[in-house]
């Protein structure tokens, strides 16, 4: 079965960082397009930034220069660096795989900033 597993969320002041680690199995990773995606209370799922089974990367406008996704194919996982955090970056975070149009969904990391 395929399973994606998110990790690394929690707690922090404005201006810190967190590394979320998604690990994922059943699927061949290094085959896979993986993204973040993140959805706040009362607002629609947005995606972060996505990693391409070549290496290419891009980011949402609201996160570039802070954030930064990455892949080690060895592990099967894929990390979000979050640096300079800010109150508006609280949201559930969540692991997207895809490929071909076959994709899948972690379940999910809360990460909450306070002011």
């Known amino acids: 079965q395929v399973r994606l597993v998110e990790s690394g969320g929690g707690l922090v002041q404005t201006g810190g960082s967190l590394r979320l680690s998604c690990t994922t199995s059943g699927i061949i990773f290094r085959d896979y397009t993986m993204a973040w995606y993140r959805q706040a209370p009362g607002k629609q799922r947005e995606l972060v930034a996505r990693i391409t089974s070549g290496g290419s990367t891009n980011y949402a406008d609201f996160v570039k220069g802070r954030f930064t996704i990455s892949r080690d194919n060895a592990k099967n996982t894929v990390y979000l660096q979050m640096n300079s955090l800010k109150p508006e970056d609280t949201a559930v975070y969540c692991c997207?795989?895809?490929?071909?149009?076959?994709?899948?969904w972690g379940q999910g990391t809360h990460v909450t900033v306070s002011s």
């Open positions: 997207h795989s895809n490929r071909n149009g076959v994709s899948n």
